[in-house]
């Protein structure tokens, strides 16, 4: 995700800072990429025309297109985006979605609908269960803190990087060691892609009674600098050591739980800052198989405080309904932090990709997007005293009970 410095103007003002800003990174851009190579990805409808892009195929309803976009476009769409508080937002299709382009676009309005459709039904109550309290409970942010420091410490995690799988390899390392001892048989693996060199790390704990049935909790592990003058470093501390450290966390947690009725799937996506590579990739493979994904918690950027301590962003685009609902609960019975409904647009995280093949998925966000961490896509993405590991803390506890709640429930999304 990302943005860079918002003005406290409003109205015209804003827009004409961002246009301006807009313009001088283009200079800037046009200076450092002279790429001619060109992707095709689906994005803003509005965005993909600000960047000259070529439009092959568009839903004026949902403003979404599939574009055809130069890298230099790509840095710009990317950048444009920033100056205007919002995320990337763009994924890139394969050769042969780009074919299709219309299908696409249908296919993501059909699941749009589908999802939504399915999810006008009552609302989740839970009951509060003690063992989940104290699991939860053992979340602790200064181990959160000991784990954050050690994945932003890697100079870069982008995928374009010479040693692009440096840190996936080292985690697998670590996560062998650190699940030791635990009450369940897991399995870890790295898998390769084909739209990028880096790979992404994935730990499966299969269900005791329906292990066809899966829950999946993921945040990507990649970093990125779109800056020009700091050279390549990319620690991001908030973008995504945090998300990546809270999953780290709830599964050393979890650890100590006994085998879930369903399975357990955590993954370390990689390339999300180039597109969404690898959860797109892997969620479109699980379309094709069939595989009974029940939900999808993603975390990306749990750190910065932005609206307050405790206060977070609960994205209400592209996001299932259902599952709101059931984190809404899980946060009222067990978290108690206070939930604000915000939108971040297409493309902002790796959800977008389990949504468009129609799975049903959630993302609670470190704040409004309004008021998310300025400093992320560059070198000063780094532990400061801006940022809130106790805020952390509560994504972690929002994983151990997601993954508690529904890997050991019977809960479905609703039938139509």
């Known amino acids: 995700?990302?943005?860079?410095?918002?003005?406290?103007?409003?109205?015209?003002?804003?827009?004409?800072?961002?246009?301006?800003?807009?313009?001088?990174?283009?200079?800037?851009?046009?200076?450092?990429?002279?790429s001619t190579k060109s992707e095709t990805v689906l994005t803003n409808l509005d965005q993909a025309r600000a960047v000259g892009g070529v439009i092959l195929s568009q839903d004026v309803v949902t403003n979404l297109a599939?574009?055809?976009?130069?890298?230099?476009?790509?840095?710009?769409?990317?950048?444009?985006?920033?100056?205007?508080?919002?995320?990337?937002?763009?994924?890139?299709?394969?050769?042969?979605?780009?074919?299709?382009?219309?299908?696409?676009?249908?296919?993501?309005?059909?699941?749009?609908?589908?999802?939504?459709?399915l999810s006008l039904a009552k609302k989740t109550i839970l009951t509060w269960n003690e063992d989940f309290?104290?699991?939860?409970?053992?979340?602790?942010?200064?181990?959160?803190?000991?784990?954050?420091?050690?994945?932003?410490?890697?100079?870069?995690?982008?995928n374009k990087a010479p040693n692009?799988?440096?840190?996936?390899?080292?985690?697998?390392?670590?996560?062998?060691?650190?699940?030791?001892?635990?009450?369940?048989?897991?399995?870890?693996?790295?898998?390769?892609?084909?739209?990028?060199?880096?790979?992404?790390?994935?730990?499966?704990?299969?269900?005791?009674?329906?292990p066809q049935e899966v829950i999946v909790m993921g945040g990507h592990f990649d970093s990125i600098n779109q800056g020009y003058f700091s050279g390549d470093l990319s620690p991001g501390a908030d973008d995504n050591a945090s998300g990546s450290a809270n999953l780290i966390e709830a599964l050393k947690i979890l650890k100590n739980s006994e085998q879930p009725e369903r399975t357990w799937e955590f993954y370390w996506y990689a390339g999300e800052e180039s597109g969404l590579?690898?959860?797109?990739?892997i969620s479109k493979l699980a379309k094709e198989q069939s595989k009974n994904v029940i939900a999808v918690l993603q975390l990306d950027m749990t750190l910065f405080p932005g609206?307050?301590?405790?206060?977070?962003?609960?994205?209400?685009?592209?996001?299932?309904?259902?599952?709101?609902?059931?984190?809404?609960?899980?946060?009222?019975?067990?978290?108690?932090?206070?939930?604000?409904?915000?939108?971040?647009?297409?493309?902002?995280?790796d959800h977008a990709s389990w949504h468009r093949q129609g799975?049903?998925?959630?993302?609670?966000?470190?704040?409004?997007?309004?008021?998310?961490?300025?400093?992320?896509?560059?070198?000063?993405?780094?532990?400061?005293?801006?940022?809130?590991?106790?805020?952390?803390?509560?994504f972690t506890k929002y994983t151990v009970l997601f993954a508690l709640v529904l890997g050991n429930s019977d809960m479905q999304p609703p039938v139509f």
């Open 164 to 210: 692009p799988n440096q840190h996936v390899d080292d985690l697998k390392n670590r996560l062998q060691q650190w699940l030791q001892g635990a009450k369940w048989n897991f399995q870890i693996e790295t898998i390769d892609h084909h739209s990028t060199k880096q790979k992404t790390l994935r730990v499966t704990i299969p269900g005791k009674s329906r």
């Open 359 to 394: 799975y049903h998925a959630v993302t609670p966000f470190e704040a409004t997007t309004s008021t998310m961490n300025h400093y992320i896509h560059t070198e000063k993405d780094v532990i400061d005293t801006r940022l809130s590991f106790l805020h952390s803390n509560s």
């Open 1 to 34: 995700m990302g943005k860079i410095v918002r003005s406290t103007n409003s109205g015209k003002g804003i827009e004409m800072l961002s246009f301006l800003i807009f313009n001088v990174v283009v200079l800037f851009t046009q200076a450092h990429d002279v």
């Open 133 to 158: 309290q104290k699991m939860a409970d053992l979340a602790n942010p200064n181990q959160l803190q000991e784990t954050v420091a050690w994945i932003s410490s890697y100079p870069s995690r982008y």
């Open 307 to 349: 609206s307050g301590e405790h206060v977070v962003g609960l994205i209400t685009d592209y996001t299932s309904p259902w599952l709101r609902d059931i984190l809404t609960s899980i946060n009222s019975t067990y978290v108690k932090a206070r939930l604000v409904d915000d939108k971040c647009g297409y493309g902002c995280s």
């Open 66 to 117: 599939v574009a055809y976009l130069t890298q230099l476009q790509l840095n710009q769409l990317s950048i444009l985006n920033h100056s205007q508080g919002k995320c990337a937002g763009f994924e890139r299709l394969t050769a042969t979605e780009a074919n299709q382009p219309g299908v696409i676009l249908s296919n993501l309005a059909t699941a749009d609908l589908k999802i939504k459709t």
């Open 277 to 281: 590579l690898g959860s797109a990739e």
